[in-house]
C-alpha cells in the first residue's frame, strides 16, 4: 500500500524527471514523504476527537502537507535528501511554503503518535510527573498553564509542551505549523506533548469552543509515549 501510494506520488510530481538526470546508476531513488498510518483506528479517540474530524484531519490535512512538501522537494535540489528535521532546523533559509508543509508533516506525526485512546492513555512517568510538579506547581497548574497558552495562540497554531536546551520543562505556542524545533522559534526545544489549536483539528464538533477541545484533549494523551520522549529529550 506505502509503496503504492509512493509510486503515484512520484509519478504524478511534474518535476520528476529532474531525478533522472542523476549521473550515477547507483544513486539511490528519490525517497518522497508519505502518510504515516494512524496508530489506531479513526474512532478511538471518541468522544475526545471524533472519527470524522480524524478521518478528514489525517487523510486530507497532513495528507496536503505530504502532497505539498513532496512538489517542493522535487522543484529544489537544495531540499534533496534533507530529512524533515533537518529542514526545520534551518527553516528561516526556506521558502515558506517549504516551512509550512516540512512543519505540518512533522507536527502532525508527531500529533498522532502522543494519543491514545481514552482507556490506553497510561499516566506520566513518575520523573515527568515530577518535573511536571517542580516546574509548574502541580500537575493542574500545568494543565491550565497549557489551556492558556492554547486559548492564547490567536488565528491557528499549536501549543507544546517542550524540554529546552537546559534540560528544563516549558510551555510555548507557535503559529501556522511552525514548531520549537525551528530555528526561527522564540523558544526553542524538544517537543514532548503538543496540542494542534487549527480550527480544522476541533470544529466540526467543538465549534467555537476551542476551550472544551483543549480540556476534552487531555483524555487521549498517551502518556506513557510522552514520558518516553521526556526520558529520551533528558537523556541529550
Ligand atoms: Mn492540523
Not at 16 to 30: G, H, L, N
Not at 162 to 177: C, H, K, M, R, W
Not at 220 to 230: G, H, K, M, P, Q
Amino acid at each position: 500500500m506505502r509503496s503504492i501510494t509512493l509510486v503515484l506520488i512520484l509519478s504524478a510530481l511534474p518535476v520528476a524527471s529532474a531525478f533522472a538526470q542523476t549521473p550515477a546508476a547507483t544513486a539511490p531513488a528519490p525517497a518522497a514523504f508519505v502518510l504515516p498510518k494512524l496508530p489506531y483506528a479513526v474512532d478511538a479517540l471518541e468522544p475526545a476527537i471524533d472519527a470524522q474530524t480524524m478521518t478528514i484531519h489525517h487523510g486530507r490535512h497532513h495528507q496536503a502537507f505530504i502532497d505539498n512538501l513532496n512538489r517542493a522537494v522535487a522543484g529544489d535540489p537544495s531540499l534533496a535528501g534533507l530529512s524533515v528535521e533537518q529542514m526545520l532546523a534551518r527553516a528561516s533559509t526556506l521558502p515558506t511554503g517549504v516551512r509550512n508543509n516540512a512543519g505540518g508533516h512533522w507536527n502532525h506525526s508527531f500529533f498522532w503518535t502522543t494519543m491514545a485512546p481514552a482507556g490506553k492513555a497510561g499516566r506520566p512517568s513518575p520523573a515527568l510527573q515530577a518535573a511536571i510538579e517542580a516546574r509548574f506547581g502541580s500537575f493542574d497548574a500545568f494543565k491550565a498553564a497549557f489551556r492558556t497558552a492554547g486559548m492564547g495562540r490567536f488565528g491557528s497554531g499549536w501549543v507544546w509542551l517542550i524540554v529546552g536546551a537546559d534540560g528544563q520543562l516549558a510551555i510555548t505556542s507557535t503559529p501556522n505549523q511552525d514548531n520549537p524545533l525551528m530555528d526561527v522559534a522564540e523558544v526553542r526545544g524538544t517537543p514532548i506533548l503538543g496540542n494542534d489549536v487549527w480550527e480544522h483539528a476541533y470544529y466540526l464538533r467543538y465549534q467555537n469552543r476551542r476551550g472544551d477541545y483543549l480540556d476534552n484533549w487531555w483524555q487521549v494523551v498517551d502518556w506513557a509515549e510522552v514520558s518516553r520522549r521526556f526520558a529520551a529529550a533528558r537523556a541529550r
